[in-house]
């Protein structure tokens, strides 16, 4: 949100028709009808409306970073072709069934109550080779429980803190 508590416009990005990467940082917008015919690959956005329609067939879309101030429906991303990384962590998704079928899905990052529920609904999307607890409390059980369930091989893990460089 701005200083004046509404959220951004995005249609002055319309200016950079080579725009690849949009990371909206501690600002919301409430629409992404501008990024429609823009070639972003990677997306990390507050919505304030949650209204994922304008991502609907995007071409481009590989990596979408979501929080949402009101619940979203994930529908319109079964149309977008490219779509490999997906955080619903900061993100109110009723209804998690739709992950299922996101084929090119290899990344997903969901809460423990996300979790949950995608797992109670038996949607588990089928291709992930990565999957991410974003609660700041999950256990490496919790951890490998989940990556277990969704069919990763868990045998030989390596747990880690702090940053890795090359």
């Known amino acids: 949100m701005r ?63 979501l929080t949402t101030t009101a619940p979203t429906d994930l529908t319109p991303l079964h149309s977008v072709p490219h779509l ?11 209804d998690l069934t739709v992950l299922a079928d996101l084929p090119e899905l290899r990344y997903l990052a969901l809460t423990g109550r996300q979790r949950t529920a995608l797992l109670a609904g038996d949607a588990v999307p089928r291709h992930l080779a990565a999957a991410r607890l974003a609660d ?19 045998a030989n893990t390596l747990r880690t803190t702090g940053m890795i460089t090359p």
């Open 136 to 154: 700041e409390d999950a256990t490496l059980d919790d951890a490998l429980a989940w990556a277990a369930r969704l069919g990763l091989d868990t």
């Open 3 to 65: 200083g004046d508590g509404r959220p951004h416009q995005l249609s002055p990005v319309t200016a950079a028709p080579r725009l690849r990467r949009l990371h909206l940082n501690r600002s919301t917008t409430g629409d992404l009808t501008p990024l429609r015919d823009l070639p972003v690959e990677s997306l990390h956005v507050t919505l304030a409306q949650g209204d994922l329609a304008p991502l609907a067939g995007h071409a481009h879309l590989t990596s979408l970073d």
């Open 84 to 94: 490999r990384g997906l955080d619903l962590s900061g993100a109110d998704a009723p």
